[in-house]
């Protein structure tokens, strides 16, 4: 079986700032990470094919990601950015297609977590820029907090033709030890047959001073009950896994919360399912 990490990011600083790494506790985050970095440890455990995913929301991005994938044969998809919110943006998305490396182009991402309208998905301009999403055949990656999950269940019931893929489960408050209510807003995203999720990022969300994979699986049990193992898929969220522990130590954690039943499923197929790879 061959792996699919399907998400993952790279950055160079001397190109652009990533503005969202700040504080102590992201200061390791604060260099270079780029595919030359991961290549080897994506070999070493096993990663044949991944996706890249955007991280920040300017227009320059997307095009350097896309040509990345060109340039390197294991990234096997691209999740980029473009301003959903622009009365042009299916001009855009062609656009982006035409580029080098634009047949790698898979989906769109916004940061959403970071829009103070809690209901910005929501918002007219948004709901149409999405529907251009679905028009061009690509999906759309959200990237909230809980207490956007019930904005993201009205989103992907407005727009039943569009795929929603929630990154990092909707990062529930792992150190906390709280399930609800994230739990019950995860189910009523599930309920939408057009959405799927990522188990990805948790092991970041937990007590930053020591977790084990027991504080992860109460998460992962709701997600696999909820979404079922054909609309999960496997992400490491390098390098920002890398707060938390290696990128084989973060894929081995994800081995056992899923499973050897659902492995191939979820490690695999999803990915290659939902982004066409």
């Known amino acids: 079986m061959t792996v699919t990490d399907a998400h993952h990011h790279v950055w160079d600083l001397s190109v652009r700032d990533q503005d969202w790494i700040t504080g102590p506790a992201l200061r390791p985050l604060r260099r270079d990470f780029t595919m030359k970095d991961l290549e080897p440890e994506a070999r070493a455990a096993g990663v044949g094919r991944t996706v890249l995913v955007q991280t920040v929301t300017v227009p320059e991005e997307t095009p350097e990601l ?23 943006v299916a001009d855009e998305l ?3 297609r035409e580029l080098p490396g634009g047949r790698y182009l898979k989906g769109i991402r916004h940061q959403v977590q970071h829009e103070p ?3 910005w998905l929501l918002r007219p301009d948004v709901l149409r820029g999405l529907a251009a999403v679905a028009a061009a055949g690509l999906v759309y990656d959200l990237v909230v907090l809980p207490g956007r999950l019930p904005a993201c269940v009205r989103a992907a019931a407005a727009l039943p033709g569009l795929t929603f893929v929630l990154d990092h489960l909707g990062k529930p408050p792992v150190a906390a030890g709280a399930l609800e209510p994230w739990a019950s807003h995860l189910r009523a995203l599930a309920a939408l047959p057009n959405t799927v999720a990522k188990l ?19 998460y992962a049990e709701v997600a696999l009950e909820a979404f079922g193992p054909a609309r999960l898929m496997y992400g490491s969220d390098w390098p920002v896994c890398t707060l ?10 994800a081995r056992r919360l899923i499973g ?14 939902v982004y066409g790879l």
């Open 94 to 96: 062609a656009r982006l």
């Open 66 to 88: 896309l040509a990345l994938a060109e340039e390197h044969d294991l990234v096997a998809g691209v999740v980029g950015w473009t301003d959903l919110t622009r009365p042009g």
């Open 117 to 119: 309208d809690p209901e």
């Open 260 to 273: 050897p039943p659902d492995h191939a499923q979820i490690l695999e197929t999803t990915a290659a399912r």
């Open 200 to 218: 990805s990022g948790l092991a970041t969300e937990a007590d930053p001073a020591g977790w084990t994979v027991e504080d992860l699986r109460p």
């Open 244 to 253: 938390a522990g290696t990128y084989g130590g973060t894929l081995g954690t």
